[in-house]
């Protein structure tokens, strides 16, 4: 609101200070959250980590998670570089992550175990304490678990003052009683969560929770309660979020790329889906087939016998016939997607054995397909149409599958802007000159940040809208489009060739050639322009995405164009660690500025707490600051310096008399 003398109040200015005036009835009330807000503007900015590419691998996840990508170690190194060894550096920094793991363990082998707890206990008070110097002291107390909440803060904010020679007995008497109470074990948990919760003040996913990793549902139970969280949708997302609204072709997909990875798990006990009609139905129909190109890709703990194998690959096969019959629906339904190029069960001569793609004829290496009519090629047999309605109520009635979706509609979106950083999981559809391409989706045409805008509310409407509407039917299935199409910012391919990774053994049909916004990434000009696009300046803000790992056993690097675009996956999967040489990147934005991480693979939750085996991290500073950022640099403190304006205006209200004190 502008400054205003009494006579200048607008009904509309009038009306807000009278709400505003609700919440702080009085002069002092206004007066005391000015200060309270100004002090905020100069806290340093709090730590944002940053993670993308995640594809189901909850234990890399959950260890980068509790150590904040080393963030934690380096506080405890700075803290006692000089007192401890480093493998009692280490050992404390596993009890950090892993408390109630870790003091199992001590427990069995500590001689002076009263000692112990009251050396441990200082050290984490310590860190705990350096930890949560970025914060007020509400915002601590808020993050405090209620048994220990009064005891914590006391250690905290009286131990290191002035008053520490007065009340040192005090505090010795407090550890005394936490300890001879038999409470010492429960402590040390209780302060371990709550470094692990100060370490980092936001925590951005970019996009791909699900894939072919083992736990992504664990991954979600983990985010659904962590304190402040942003994501950004990826195409694997997106396709499960497809699945969830009932969109028949993203839950073939689905279905698939579980068998595909033996983690039909996922499906069965992670979401309770019923895969029996399919099991039953795929071993009926391909209970003859040797499915060679449908064997399950197994990591090497996999535990599958030869059967559940040959199950694996029989309803992997199963899925993928329906998959494809499923998409030709859905293309020829919508001419305007521009995919009739992957309709290929037409452009298959059975006699010959070939196919032909793109121009070009193939000889097929499987020519079993017991499923097809040749009057209606991409018909549902009654059989496939019988496992689809089962697995559609499945995925719509499942209530964890249904609870994570909302989790990713609630705290998601396609992209966020915040502290001059421009989040989105792949690209933006560009032309061949590097400018923004205009695709056409639900009959308009738009591009840029219109075309974002645009896929945002139609993934919601998907999902929430009313059902049975021509508008919600036609959300719903562009939700499949965004997955594989070839203009979805979230895909941004010429295809995705599943089939022929399946049917053709020449490489080159495999081939999935990616948009020309993968060719502008080292230009400048090209991601000044999306920045800009966005409200961003150039010159001081990036762009951070993920979807194409890169490939830095290779010599490649994450940080493109100078610095402005950080494309920060880099193998989270283990699937892509051969392909990387890592094990993926994370970002870490203080407020001394940006540090890229390079893991190496983790190895094992029981080695990590046991042997004190870390995740092996090597830190790139990306941009370092003079001045330190405080909270009046990034987005919040302006909205707060808002606040602070509109409060203001009301304490010039109550002065002038325009709007009285309500006690």
């Not at 000889?363 to 397909?369: H, S």
């Not at 919600?472 to 599943?498: H, I, N, R, V």
């Amino acid at each position: 609101m502008k400054s205003s003398s009494k006579k200048d109040y607008s009904p509309e200015d009038l009306k807000y200070l009278d709400l505003l005036a609700e919440k702080f009835p009085t002069i002092s009330d206004a007066a005391t959250e000015i200060v309270n807000l100004e002090a905020i503007l100069n806290l340093p900015k709090g730590t944002e980590h940053f993670l993308t590419d995640l594809h189901g691998e909850f234990a890399a996840f959950r260890h980068v998670l509790k150590n904040g990508s080393g963030v934690i170690r380096q506080k405890v190194h700075e803290l006692f570089q000089h007192t401890l060894r480093e493998s009692e550096q280490r050992d404390l920094c596993t009890l950090i992550y892993y408390p109630e793991e870790k003091l199992e363990l001590i427990k069995r082998t500590e001689k002076n175990l009263q000692d112990w707890y009251h050396i441990t206990i200082n050290q984490l008070i310590e860190v705990c304490r350096t930890v949560s110097t970025k914060y007020t002291r509400s915002k601590v107390k808020k993050a405090l678990p209620e048994d220990f909440a009064y005891v914590i803060q006391e250690l905290l904010h009286e131990s290191g003052s002035r008053e520490k020679v007065n009340k040192e007995e005090y505090f010795k008497s407090i550890l005394r009683s936490i300890i001879s109470v038999g409470r010492a074990d429960e402590f040390i948990v209780a302060i371990s969560h709550v470094i692990q919760r100060l370490t980092i003040d936001r925590l951005h996913i970019i996009g791909d929770i699900f894939d072919r990793g083992p736990g992504p549902h664990i991954i979600l139970d983990t985010l659904i309660n962590y304190h402040t969280l942003d994501i950004q949708w990826g195409n694997h997302d997106m396709l499960w979020m497809g699945a969830a609204a009932g969109n028949p072709a993203s839950i073939a997909n689905v279905v698939r790329i579980q068998a595909r990875y033996a983690n039909l798990d996922v499906l069965e006990n992670g979401y309770g889906i019923n895969l029996l009609p399919l099991a039953r139905f795929a071993m009926e129909t391909y209970g003859n087939d040797p499915c060679k190109s449908f064997l399950p890709r197994l990591m090497p703990d996999a535990c599958l016998d030869e059967r559940d194998i040959r199950l694996s690959a029989q309803m992997q096969k199963a899925m993928a016939i329906i998959q494809f019959k499923l998409e030709g629906q859905m293309i020829t339904r919508h001419p305007e997607y521009d995919m009739k190029s992957r309709l290929l069960l037409d452009k298959m001569d059975l006699k010959a054995g070939t196919v032909k793609v793109d121009g070009r004829v193939y000889p097929l290496n499987d020519l079993n397909f017991p499923t097809l009519d040749p009057k209606n090629l991409y018909k549902l047999s009654p059989d496939e149409e019988d496992v689809m309605q089962q697995l559609t109520s499945s995925f719509r009635n499942s209530e964890k599958l249904q609870k994570h979706i909302r989790l990713l509609y609630r705290k998601g979106s396609l992209y966020l802007v915040l502290n001059s950083n421009l989040l989105y999981h792949a690209s933006i559809p560009m032309n061949e000159d590097g400018t923004f391409k205009e695709v056409e989706i639900c009959g308009e045409r738009r591009k840029g940040r219109s075309l974002l805008n645009r896929v945002d509310q139609l993934a919601r409407e998907a999902f929430s809208g009313e059902r049975g509407t021509a508008e919600q039917q036609e959300a719903l299935d562009y939700m499949w489009y965004l997955w594989c199409g070839k203009d979805s910012p979230l895909f941004d391919k010429d295809k995705m060739a599943t089939f022929e990774a399946y049917f053709i053994d020449d490489k080159e049909a495999r081939k999935e050639r990616k948009g020309f916004y993968y060719a502008h990434m080292e230009d400048t000009n090209a991601c000044g322009m999306i920045l800009e696009a966005f409200g961003l300046d150039p010159a001081t803000s990036h762009i951070i995405s993920g979807h194409i790992p890169i490939k830095s056993g290779k010599g490649e690097s994450p940080i493109k164009a100078g610095g402005r675009l950080l494309m920060i996956d880099g193998g989270f999967s283990r699937a892509y660690q051969k392909e990387t040489g890592i094990a993926g990147y994370t970002l870490i934005y203080n407020s001394w500025g940006m540090q890229l991480v390079q893991h190496q693979p983790f190895v094992s939750r029981r080695r990590a707490i046991e042997e004190g085996l870390d995740i092996l991290s090597t830190k790139f500073v990306v941009e370092s600051v003079t001045h330190r950022i405080m909270v009046r640099d990034t987005t919040v403190g302006k909205e707060l310096q808002v606040q602070i304006n509109d409060l203001r205006q009301l304490l010039d209200a109550y002065r002038s008399g325009v709007i009285k004190e309500r006690r």
